[in-house]
């Protein structure tokens, strides 16, 4: 799903239990931020998704109604979980949702080393992916959202 109105605020990465629960990587600030939104996705289009605890800082449990056990929620592996973006809080003049920096580019040292294609987190923090298959740290980095560049350590 590459829409703009949809914003990735989470990916299921492992069933949890016998029950058809699963573990989903948070992408949002707040895990418990998933009590409230309305998530969409390409596997839960008219059922119903259920937060159901925080496992830790940023992996939460989860259910989709109709999923009842382990071999299901195992297929929902890799799945990823989206809301719309008017659905989300509006943002202070100094903030910005990541989704908002694809495309800008990315400048280390003065001399410009990519364009933003995405960003990872593999629990050391965020990581930026340039568009030429480099990736960089995001900790630290300088985002001028008038001029769209991102300057890195």
Known sequence: MKDSTKILVGKIVAPQGIRG?????????????FKSFQIVCDKCESKEFHFVRTLK??????????INDRTTAESLRGTELFVLRDDLPKL?????????????????????????DGFQNFGAGDIIELDNGKMV??????????EKIITVL
Do not use: H, M, T, W
């Not at 800082?57 to 109709?66: E, L, P, R, T």
């Not at 694809?102 to 400048?107: A, E, L, Q, R």
């Open 92 to 116: 202070k003049s100094d903030e910005y949702y990541q989704s908002d920096l694809i495309g800008f580019d990315v400048v280390r040292d003065g001399v410009k080393i990519g364009a933003v």
């Open 57 to 66: 800082q940023n992996v939460i449990i989860a259910k989709i109604d109709g």
């Open 21 to 33: 629960e699963f573990r989903v990587q948070s992408f949002a600030e707040k895990p418990n931020d």
């Open 137 to 146: 740290s995001f900790i630290g980095a300088d985002v001028n959202i008038d």
